[in-house]
T-cell receptor, first 112, second 114 residues
Framework: DQQVKQNSPSLSVQEGRISILNCDYT??????FLWYKKYPAEGPTFLIS?????DKNEDGRFTVFLNKSAKHLSLHIVPSQPGDSAVYFC???????????FGTGTQLKVEL | DVKVTQSSRYLVKRTGEKVFLECVQD?????MFWYRQDPGLGLRLIYF???????EKGDIPEGYSVSREKKERFSLILESASTNQTSMYLC?????????????FGAGSRLTVL
């Protein structure tokens, strides 16, 4: 039962352009969302989060948008840089104890 | 900075072997987690511990057990490794009331079962 879904397994973008990574969820009880970035042979690192009381959160080049009615969130990276090439996971807290349920990930490749 | 250390980065084991994956965190965090990452499946929670000697099954606990004898250390045990347990294993921790669900992950342990 995949409650957080990333339907695009991969995305290729040119350097300097915008990258848009999408995430859909099915559980309307989710009230907080996080994005993690993962490089090969490293653990995931926290990137940005958003509470359901907001529809946008921005941190430098990274912006997350939340559309509660559509149960959809997206991560925008502007401008994209080669160092942004990584796997991006969206996640939401499920149950207590800070447990997170993750999406399947999107491999972003930023080309020169 | 919180550090989560997974001592074995790469392991190769044979089917039927007992495997221990060790994880240590240095920030006195109460909650610790074991996830596995597989292509197309994302990160899936295996087990969770919220205190010493306390554990809770995650979404895919079958074939695994855990041990938390000390607060800083959380071990994942494969009693009899099978080829379908070939995966990247990720340990994470978080302190209660801190960081709004922001888990800190270790670098991962890549296990291959032959």
């Amino acid at each position: 039962d995949q409650q957080v879904k990333q339907n695009s397994p991969s995305l290729s973008v040119q350097e300097g352009r915008i990258s848009i990574l999408n995430c859909d969820y099915t559980n309307s009880m989710f009230d907080y969302f996080l994005w993690y970035k993962k490089y090969p042979a490293e653990g995931p690192t926290f990137l940005i989060s958003i509470s359901s009381i907001k529809d946008k959160n921005e941190d430098g080049r990274f912006t997350v948008f939340l559309n509660k009615s559509a149960k959809h969130l997206s991560l925008h990276i502007v401008p994209s840089q080669p160092g942004d090439s990584a796997v991006y996971f969206c996640a939401a807290p499920k149950g207590g104890g800070n447990k997170l349920t993750f999406g399947t990930g999107t491999q972003l490749k930023v080309e020169l | 900075d919180v550090k989560v250390t997974q001592s074995s980065r790469y392991l190769v084991k044979r089917t039927g072997e007992k495997v221990f994956l060790e994880c240590v965190q240095d920030m006195d965090h109460e909650n610790m987690f074991w996830y596995r990452q597989d292509p197309g499946l994302g990160l899936r929670l295996i087990y969770f511990s919220y205190d010493v000697k306390m554990k809770e099954k995650g979404d895919i606990p079958e074939g695994y057990s855990v041990s938390r004898e000390k607060k800083e250390r959380f071990s994942l045990i494969l009693e009899s490794a099978s080829t379908n347990q070939t995966s990247m294993y990720l340990c994470a921790s978080i302190g209660v009331g801190r960081g709004a669900n922001v888990l800190t992950f270790g670098a991962g342990s890549r296990l291959t079962v032959l």
